[in-house]
């Protein structure tokens, strides 16, 4: 994946995500299922952290927190948002691949990636990331990760209302779809929570998997959900109370996994 596809758009990020009714409601699933694992102060990396969101979240709740990037732009962004209550949060601009060499000798208590930043490698290449995640955590580390599924309901029924059943299916291609991002066309790799628990097997034991956004619709559906609150909430309602089991995982928009490093 190319860094200038998210460059061009790390500008428009926070108001065409972030900030958004659907956004702020999958961004709090997330923290739902976060929270219970910080309880005490950790030494957190994020990968693919975008405009610094959660990293100055995290930081404000008294983590250290090394918050990495491939898109030059969307660091720059959530530089600019540091303030003197985030003095624990590094911002570096590296991609999945060199985040080892950048971090040095440095071990994390939790490694943390949301929001699909890993649907943007293939399947070979998150092999070769598991050895590099697990070298990085500490011997009680954890991963939380935040994957696109695989099998997602909504995006299911939303595109065969429209007759695409191309897209209606794209994310069982496993040779990945095509993603556009301003002129910038890349692949997005969809994975199901057994996928993702038989490529990190060899350093990793799943401890939880949470579907992320089952009854609350995928984001590029703002527009249609943003005059219509009271359905939206009644979705968010849904999901509060139903949305809570694994079995579920892989049918939501995203799905929220927890892995253990094992322990030889």
Sequence with gaps: MPPQSFDSSAKTYDADFTNTAIGKIQRAQVWKYLLPLIASPKNILEINCGTGEDALQLSSLGHSVLATDVSGEMIEVAKRKLGSEHSGVRFVHASFSSVK???????????????????????????????DFSSLLNESGKMFLVIMGSNCRWEQFYFMLKLNFQKAFRRKVKAGAETKIGKSVFKTFY???????????LHFE???RKPVGLFVPPSYLEPFFKNKKWLLNGLTLLDNRLGLFSLFANQADHFAIVLQKKIF
Aim: hydrophobic share 40%.
């Design 101 to 131: 060499e950048t971090v040095a000798e440095e071990k994390f208590d939790l490694l943390f990636s949301n929001f699909g930043g890993l649907n943007c490698v293939d399947e070979t290449e998150l092999k070769k990331l598991s050895n």
């Design 191 to 201: 994975y199901s929570p057994a996928e993702i628990e038989k490529v990190f097997a």
């Design 206 to 208: 799943v401890k939880l």
